[in-house]
């Protein structure tokens, strides 16, 4: 996990990027009403702003609310720590899931008479998914790819002089 604002920072677009790209092929798939090599590819046009909307939401204003409630739940160095990554995790997708999907809806269907019952539509539709992906997928993902790149990090801080 992040120690550093640095590392936040890296942390969290690498999450963005990982949870942003699957959610668009998934909305993209749903659309479509299949799933198709292509999918993967149209997915990077949307990919580019909906990581900038991410990014900014999470680093500042989720990623601030989320801690403040988790800890009311759960407590590092007390409880164990798949339980305060569990926590976090859904208290993050709880969050991220309806604003994210407010934000495609506004882009990708225009502000209308029916934003607000759209919203609502793709916000059930994404939260399962978005759960899913988080706490099985995404989240391991991104944590084993964080401690690979810090850990060369500090081997390469402690490793004796030659």
Same mark, same amino acid.
């Not at 919203?119 to 539709?125: A, C, D, F, N, P």
């Given at each position: 996990m992040p120690k550093t604002k640095f590392q936040e920072v890296i942390f969290t677009i690498l999450m963005v990027m990982v949870m942003v790209y699957a959610m668009v092929v998934y909305n993209i798939a749903f659309d479509k009403g299949e799933m198709s090599n292509q999918i993967f590819l149209l997915a990077f046009h949307e990919f580019p702003i909906m990581v900038a909307a991410g990014f900014i939401l999470e680093l500042l204003v989720v990623g601030r609310i989320v801690p403040g409630l988790a800890? %009311? /739940?759960? @407590?590092?160095?007390?409880?164990?720590? /798949?339980a305060v990554i569990l926590v976090i995790s859904a208290l993050t997708v709880c969050f991220m899931c309806p604003i994210m999907s407010f934000?495609? @809806?506004? #882009?990708?269907?225009?502000v209308n008479s029916d934003l607000i019952v759209n919203? #609502?539509? /793709?916000?059930? %539709?994404n939260f399962p998914m978005a759960l899913c992906w988080q706490i099985f997928y995404?989240?391991?993902l991104v944590r084993w790819i964080f401690g690979k /790149?810090? %850990?060369?990090g500090r081997e390469r801080a402690t490793a004796p002089a030659a």
């Open positions: 800890f %009311r /739940i759960v @407590t590092p160095g007390k409880d164990r720590p /798949i934000i495609a @809806t506004v #882009l990708f269907q225009g919203w #609502l539509q /793709i916000s059930v %539709r995404a989240g391991p /790149i810090f %850990r060369q």
